[in-house]
């Protein structure tokens, strides 16, 4: 198969779809890629990195899509891009339907087949191509707080960690997965005073266990919320339901509570977000200001670390990216995990998560397969 890696045009992205070594393993398996010029720049690889790894180089993203059978993406298609994709291309990318109408009615459309990372799963479960980037947002949540807490960024004016004789900034964490266990170990290794919240009792045990008693945790109820927010300094949204809108947690009367100054990371913006105030933001203007707390809504936290982000999301693509190019529609067919990955399938909703956020007609992916 031919695989087509465009360049990122979202605001401020610059990971790739595909890393040079990621290439090298395309090309050993038989399939040819294409990918257009310059799409690597924001990793350091230049378009003759990707030449010896066995790419060749398209002048433009036009030639990517007409030509491409299956795209490697890596944040969803911009409009002017799933314009480009057309019935019967696999599409394997970052999408984060449930709360954008436009790009799934794009999709729709499109006819394409598009396989979400952020919903294909694992044997035990997990979220295996989500992981890596939960990583990656949840430590860079701690760095972004401490940027807002500073006084001309319009913060409170603290450091997270204090100093002797001076108490640490007290950081919340909303949700115990992987984004919030990766927030609440940098923000314990800045020496904060940190509570994780979440309504799952075996995780709590295993994050107190985890963090030898270093962070409280806290079984996730309207009051405990309500109790936390208030006393906070930073709160860090952190909660994922698969597929699906994130629940709205904190609503605006109860950020009133909260410390003049205090600041808000929304890790959940890119599924609608979980404080009723979020809405998304770029790199370029990360934060806005909500009855005197900071907010920092950017959708692409791991764009502003493209080396690190990008080798690590195709560490965990790879594997699936290749037997997509490999088996194409069989592959979606015979893997289980990857069916979990389908979305859309020539004008089908086939994740009942996203039909459901968007009240969509829902069609099973066998069914939408076999159709």
């Known amino acids: 198969m031919l695989v087509g890696v465009p360049k990122e045009i979202k605001a401020q992205e610059y990971r790739v779809g595909l890393t ?3 290439v090298r393993e395309y090309v050993a398996a038989g399939h040819s890629v294409l990918i257009e010029r310059d799409a690597g720049a924001g990793i350091g690889a230049s378009d003759e990195v990707y030449r010896r790894a066995g790419a060749s180089i398209a002048e433009s993203a036009e030639e990517v899509f007409q030509r491409g059978g299956m795209i490697v993406k890596v944040k ?14 696999i599409l394997f990318a970052y999408l984060h339907l449930a709360p954008d109408r436009e790009q799934t009615e794009g999709l729709l ?4 087949t598009a396989v979400a990372y952020e919903t294909v799963t694992d044997d035990h479960g997990g979220l295996p191509l989500l992981a890596p980037m939960s990583e990656v947002a949840g430590r860079l949540s701690i760095e972004a707080a401490a940027s807002a807490l500073k006084k001309p960024a319009g913060g409170r004016g603290l450091l997270i960690g204090g100093v002797p004789g001076v108490e640490p900034a007290r950081i919340v964490v909303i949700g115990g ?3 919030g266990t990766q927030a609440a170990r940098m923000a314990v290794g800045l020496g904060a005073e940190v509570s994780i919240l979440d309504r799952s009792l075996p995780r709590l045990r295993q994050l107190d266990e985890m963090f030898a008693g270093r962070v409280r945790t806290r079984f996730s109820t309207i009051e405990a919320l309500d109790q936390e927010i208030a006393a906070a300094d930073v709160v860090i949204g952190a909660v994922l339901i698969p597929g699906a809108s994130a629940p709205k947690l904190v609503t605006r009367p109860m950020l009133k509570s909260m410390k003049r100054g205090a600041v808000i990371v929304d890790v959940a913006i890119d599924q609608g977000g979980c404080f009723e105030t979020s809405h998304a933001t770029t790199h370029d203007h990360p934060t ?7 907010h920092y809504c950017v959708a692409n936290m791991p764009g502003a ?3 690190t982000s990008s080798h690590a999301l195709n560490n965990a693509t790879l594997r699936f990216g290749l037997m997509l190019a ?5 592959g979606i067919r015979r893997n289980s995990h990857l069916r979990d990955g389908l979305n ?3 004008g089908e909703v086939t994740c009942e998560a996203v039909a459901k956020s968007l009240e969509l007609p829902y069609q099973p992916p066998l069914e939408a397969l076999a159709a």
Request: aromatic fraction near 4%; charged fraction near 25%; include cysteine.
């Open 305 to 307: 670390v493209p080396v």
């Open 288 to 294: 806005y200001d909500v009855d005197g707390v900071i």
């Open 177 to 179: 997965g992987i984004v």
């Open 20 to 22: 040079p070594s990621s």
């Open 326 to 330: 490999s088996e194409g529609l069989s």
């Open 109 to 112: 459309r499109s006819g394409c």
């Open 344 to 346: 859309i399938h020539r």
């Open 76 to 89: 969803e298609p911009q409009p002017q891009e799933w314009r480009q994709l057309r019935d019967g291309q």
